[in-house]
């Protein structure tokens, strides 16, 4: 099956610094990519859609210069959570969208945790 | 806005027990997906369903789409202590994206 891999797959970081997360969907292009952000026991809550050359589309409330996102290929989009604060610190899940005939179909990576001192 | 509601948020169940977990959405939908989260893992999609009425079965687990396309429900027979984690339903948002139910948490009893 299509495989997302996620990079790394957990981070500590001090206060005010940035830390970059990449998505990469390994044996299928993927114009499409998900970052969602998990709370302990809550459903993924989706914070941008990520667009293959294009700027990406982010959910309400979602801040976007402080959570830049690249899609500069059809393998590989980049989350950089910018001056993260220990508010930021959660599970970053990002999904990659294979289309197949009519089914689009989003195959989740395996999740960043990210800690923030 | 369009929300999908899934229920129980927890289940407990002795091993050997039947689970059944819920989603309604507000609008029709075009297919539902469901996925399984293990304990500290990531979401593993499992099914997607599209038709209107259909039932789905991957060995213990059954999966089935209502016929106005509004509801949908996993039945796992026998539960085993693998079968532990958080299922996920989830429906199309716009031409892209899923909107998520909460969860429904099993958990096997000691």
């Known amino acids: 099956g299509a495989v997302v891999s996620q990079h790394p797959s957990w981070v500590i970081c001090k206060s005010g610094t940035s830390v970059k997360i990449e998505c990469r969907s390994l044996?299928?292009?993927?114009?499409?990519m998900f970052w969602y952000r998990q709370f302990p026991k809550q459903s993924l809550m989706l914070m941008a859609t990520?667009?293959?050359?294009?700027?990406?589309?982010?959910e309400q409330g979602v801040e976007k210069d402080k959570f830049l996102i690249n899609h500069a290929s059809l393998t590989l989009s980049t989350l950089t959570v910018t001056s993260a604060h220990p508010e930021d610190s959660s599970f970053y899940i990002c999904?990659?969208?294979?289309?197949?005939?009519?089914?689009?179909?989003?195959?989740f990576g395996p999740g960043t945790r990210l800690t923030v001192l | 806005g369009q929300q999908v509601m899934q229920i129980p948020q927890y289940q407990h169940v002795q091993e050997g027990e039947d689970f059944t977990t819920y989603c309604n959405s507000s609008?029709?939908?075009?297919?539902i997906q469901w996925y399984k989260q293990r304990p500290g893992g990531h979401p593993v999609f499992l099914i997607q369903l599209v038709k209107s009425g259909e039932v789905k079965k991957q060995k213990r687990l059954t999966f089935q789409f209502g016929e106005a396309k509004k509801n949908s429900s996993l039945h796992i027979t026998a539960t085993q202590t693998t079968d532990v984690g958080t299922y996920f339903c989830a429906g199309p948002y716009s031409n892209y994206q899923l909107i998520w139910g909460a969860g429904t948490k099993l958990i096997i009893k000691p």
């Open positions: 609008t029709t939908l075009s297919n």
């Open positions: 044996d299928f292009q993927a114009t499409t």
């Open positions: 990520s667009n293959e050359g294009s700027k990406a589309t982010y």
């Open positions: 999904s990659a969208q294979q289309t197949s005939g009519s089914t689009d179909t989003q195959y």
